[in-house]
């Protein structure tokens, strides 16, 4: 470790910053990546400021991702050479995808770590021992990584590329990192991975791994995230009635309702299929919230499969959350080498069609905000005044606040009084 390191005044220890860009996978890469430093000797801090290390976990999905990406590493570069000493660390999905070529140019990162890759990060820091200083501050919510990569290659994805197949981590590996995530104080873990319903071992799948994570820790609210809609698990619904600290959310990525398109997409099932499973959802005993992402303007997307999507969105009142993205080419993909420009719906076709699903998603919003005002329900208290409900993933959904300050990590009763597009009111009861 450099001598120019600064060590805190307090507690004599340094100070290391992550900068998670991208999607909720990444931050359980950072997870892993802030376990290795503090098993180092670092202190995670929550403000640059004038921290000693700086480690960018980055996310290279589409475009738009990449030139955040580049754009953060631009100012990271700036806060590196403010001062001698200062180490800067790229990780993640841009450099799994852009490999050092040997060309030049990344000669100011003191290293550089593929997607999820620790094993280099704990060899640079030199690890001695499995057992280092807390962490400052209360982790509350925190990700939980059960696989990675992705064997679906659907037809506009990049991340079999750059992440490979799937290769499922063992029951016995999440366990222990769901162990350290409760030490280090999480109140509510996500289940995370490119395809979390397709997770196995000898022994289940992946209800029968959170039922284990659940019965272990029954004061831990547990969120699974990005079930594939071919592999969604029939016993989802009576593990939920089982363990209440499974959180009543469907996070399930349908991307299109209309067959032609989903074939193209590489998808292996049918909008009867999805219609199906949605069904089920409105019918469950237990009020489910459904998140859902789509793409609009697929290469070959007509009006009449626009259309069908639009009647599906307006039927299902299940659906709480609804994230909508223009298709992106991306180079490297089936897609990308097959689509030709009069497959592409122009431009403001796709903005409107986007412009339409923003429509719906706010009808959503007022629909959910009639139905939940005057519920009593658990918020788990992100902030003094803001927190998020067991129907709302954190970071990314709506969140809820409250009409008096509230201790960070506590859940408290609350009843709904309103809501104002995703976010919900609250007044605290108890
Ligand atoms: S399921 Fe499809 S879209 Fe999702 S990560 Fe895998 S290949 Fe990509």
Redesign the pocket.
Known sequence: MSNNVHWSDTLLMPEAFLLTLGCPKNEADSDAFAGCLTRAGWRITRDLGDTDLLLINTCAFIKPAVDESLEAIQQALEWKNERSGRILILAGCLPGRYPDDGSGGLEDFDLITGPGDTSRLEKYLSVQSASGPEPAGGWISRYLKISEG?????A?????LIRGARRDRSPEEILMDAEYLAEQGAVEIGIVG??TASWKCGRGGISWLISQLAGTYPDIWFRLY?I?PAYYPDDFAPLLAEHENVMPYIDI?V?HVSDRILKRM??PYTGDHIRKLFDGFENNDTMLSVRTTLIAGYPGETEEDFNELVEFLSKYRCIRTIAAFPYWPEEGTREFSRQSAEDLPDESAVQSRLARIGDLADEHNLIWADRLEGEIMDILADTPLLGHSRLDAPEVDGACCFDRSVEPGRIVRCRITGGTGSDLNAEVLK
Request: with cysteine.
């Open positions: 992705c064997s679906n290659n659907c506009y994805c990049t991340i079999p490119q395809d990005y594939h990525p991307q590489g998808r």
